[in-house]
């Protein structure tokens, strides 16, 4: 199965009433964990990647040899996107340049109308190329590879302004956070989202930073547009907890435990569980 575009996967996810996983990816355990668990769980999947992700993983060439010999040597036949996240305006060419099939430029620091014309810009480039684009009003809370967001809730004027350009999906800002959410969180602004919703039509809505939002949470915000979540900082959590535990018992002394095939390992099927949770959460199995 080729890399194909996220616009197809997020039309039939908003269509059918569920959400399309965005799973970021920071290293080869991550990548072949993630597709993995879509091709047992029969998802399509949508693999993100931040512009310092791409630099830690050598550049965003790399991304794309090493997802593309992965689709091949796996034998993944369920809808795959590798999807820039919160990209600028020189890094989303860059990622088209090098093969990505989709990607999102985040303009939301931009006053409006500088977000509108470099959006229309890459929408242009894009999808010129077969590529999806996401853009975003109003920015998300907390940091992100270096990126902060103060969490201001999306215009919904503003909303529409930046759908009418064509975009493939939106995200905005709801109230959401990057990283964990904080024990005094007001939770999402469902409300606004339902404003959004309907001064958009059909257009497949983002939610990101998924990590901690609870499941009924979740399936309300499906039901008023949300096609793509963002999953990011659970799968850190739990890639980190499960190494910390095979160290904390010593299994890397014993033996070869310290060969990093046997000392990611539980990592890497701590990921796959999550990934596939959440799959379940938003109702993507069996959809490919």
């Known amino acids: 199965m080729a890399l194909v575009s996220a616009k197809e996967m997020l039309q039939k996810a908003r269509k059918e009433g569920y959400a399309v996983g965005q799973f970021n990816i920071n290293n080869l355990e991550w990548t072949k964990a993630i597709l993995t668990a879509a091709e047992e769980s029969k998802s399509p999947v949508i693999l993100g990647v931040s512009e310092g992700a791409a630099r830690y993983m050598t550049g965003f060439d790399t991304v794309v040899g090493m997802v593309n010999g992965m689709l091949k040597n796996l034998n993944i036949t369920v809808p795959v996107a590798i999807h820039l996240d919160h990209g600028s305006f020189e890094g989303a060419k860059k990622c088209i340049e090098a093969g990505f099939s989709s990607v999102m430029f985040d303009g939301s620091h931009f006053e409006i109308e500088e977000n509108i014309q470099k959006t229309k810009e890459i929408v242009q480039y894009a999808h010129d190329l077969g590529i999806s684009v996401e853009a975003e009003v109003g920015s998300i809370g907390g940091e992100e590879d270096g990126i902060v967001g103060g969490g201001e809730v999306a215009d919904v004027n503003e909303c529409k302004m930046i759908a009418d350009l064509g975009v493939d999906m939106l995200a905005a800002g709801i109230g959401n956070i990057h990283g964990?959410?904080?024990?005094?969180?007001?939770?999402?602004?469902?409300?606004?989202?339902?404003?959004?919703?309907?001064?958009?039509?059909?257009?497949?809505?983002?939610?990101?930073?998924?990590?901690?939002?609870?499941?009924?949470?979740?399936?309300?915000?499906?039901?008023?547009?949300?096609?793509?979540?963002?999953?990011?900082?659970?799968?850190?959590?739990?890639?980190?907890?499960?190494?910390?535990?095979?160290?904390?018992?010593?299994?890397?002394?014993?033996?070869?435990?310290?060969?990093?095939?046997?000392?990611?390992?539980?990592?890497?099927?701590?990921?796959i569980a999550t990934v596939k949770e959440k799959m379940e959460l938003f109702g993507s199995v069996n959809k490919a």
């Open 180 to 271: 964990k959410y904080p024990e005094n969180w007001a939770g999402l602004r469902l409300d606004v989202l339902k404003e959004i919703q309907d001064a958009t039509g059909q257009m497949p809505l983002v939610l990101h930073g998924g990590t901690g939002i609870p499941g009924d949470m979740i399936k309300e915000a499906i039901s008023l547009g949300v096609s793509k979540i963002n999953v990011n900082t659970e799968i850190q959590l739990v890639f980190a907890e499960a190494t910390r535990q095979y160290i904390e018992a010593g299994k890397d002394l014993q033996g070869k435990g310290f060969d990093p095939r046997k000392l990611l390992k539980p990592g890497y099927d701590a990921a």
